[in-house]
């Protein structure tokens, strides 16, 4: 098993805020924290004026969870990638 010296700290998840319809808000601040899950939805919307992506997983306890997207998400997740 690889270790994790200073310059790669453990991964961390994502922090949980309540969200509409159910669905709890994903944040991430922070280089090394991740989200797993089932993607199920990616959905345009406006925040603060501005147009970004919405992702909606399902996470292993079945639960919704989403999180806006980052640059690096909108280049990496597509609609093809709905259901896995």
């Given amino acids: 098993m690889a270790t994790m010296g200073p310059h790669h700290p453990q991964p961390q998840p994502a ?3 309540a969200g509409s319809e159910g669905a709890g ?3 991430i ?3 090394g924290q991740i989200l797993s899950g089932i ?3 990616i959905e345009p919307v ?3 004026e501005k ?3 919405e992702y909606m997983f399902r996470d ?3 639960e919704r969870v989403t999180c806006l997207g980052t640059n690096d998400l909108d280049k990496k997740l597509q609609p093809v990638h709905i259901g896995h």
């Fill in 29 to 31: 601040h922070q280089q």
């Fill in 39 to 41: 993607l199920i939805s």
């Fill in 60 to 62: 292993e306890k079945g």
């Fill in 46 to 48: 406006t925040v603060k």
């Fill in 51 to 53: 147009p970004a992506m």
């Fill in 15 to 17: 922090a949980r805020h």
């Fill in 25 to 27: 808000t994903i944040s």
